[in-house]
């Protein structure tokens, strides 16, 4: 099993809406280093639900997946603002993950918070400039997130 942290904006789709739905395509990333952090993963792996572009951004709770490697639809759709003219269904360029809802954290983990326990190596949405939709967690780092999530 691995460990990811997947961004979303609480008011395009949160924690609370994977909550309600339970199981919920991944779609729209359309940054090929994310894409490919998309395909690496498998059934079974945890992922933590960061909440950007709000006050204040942080980790909010996990998500598993629950089915990897699904071609994303939104890229054939021309209607859609995902879609991509460049993809076609013989040769999708954008791959994505079904996630379902694990937990809802009791206090997130603030990015500030992020930011005095781990350094940017250890814990990529650290960075600055960062802004990657999808990235791996190393498995010790998993541990102290998840530590941390429930001692609060």
């Given at each position: 099993?691995?460990?990811?942290?997947?961004?979303?904006?609480?008011?395009?789709?949160?924690?609370?809406?994977l909550?309600?739905?339970?199981?919920?395509?991944?779609?729209?990333?359309?940054?090929?280093?994310?894409?490919?952090?998309?395909?690496?993963?498998?059934?079974?792996?945890?992922a933590?639900?960061?909440?950007?572009?709000?006050?204040?951004?942080?980790?909010?709770?996990?998500?598993k997946?629950?089915?990897?490697?699904?071609?994303?639809?939104?890229?054939?759709?021309?209607?859609?603002?995902?879609?991509?003219?460049?993809?076609?269904?013989?040769?999708?360029?954008?791959?994505?993950?079904?996630?379902?809802?694990?937990e809802?954290?009791?206090?997130?983990?603030?990015?500030?918070?992020?930011?005095d326990?781990?350094?940017?190596?250890?814990?990529?949405?650290?960075?600055?400039?960062?802004?990657?939709?999808?990235?791996?967690?190393?498995?010790?780092?998993?541990?102290?997130?998840?530590?941390m999530?429930?001692?609060?």
């Amino acid at each position: 099993m691995a460990y990811w942290l997947m961004k979303s904006e609480p008011d395009v789709y949160g924690i609370n809406d994977l909550a309600r739905d339970q199981t919920e395509l991944w779609d729209g990333v359309r940054n090929y280093q994310a894409r490919n952090f998309l395909t690496s993963m498998a059934v079974g792996d945890l992922a933590f639900f960061y909440h950007s572009n709000t006050k204040p951004p942080g980790i909010v709770g996990l998500a598993k997946i629950v089915e990897a490697n699904v071609v994303d639809p939104t890229q054939f759709d021309p209607t859609h603002k995902y879609y991509d003219a460049k993809s076609s269904p013989d040769k999708p360029r954008w791959r994505t993950v079904v996630v379902g809802y694990v937990e809802t954290f009791p206090t997130g983990i603030t990015l500030d918070q992020l930011k005095d326990a781990f350094s940017p190596e250890d814990l990529w949405v650290v960075r600055r400039g960062n802004r990657l939709s999808v990235m791996p967690v190393a498995d010790a780092v998993a541990e102290r997130l998840l530590a941390m999530a429930r001692s609060a």
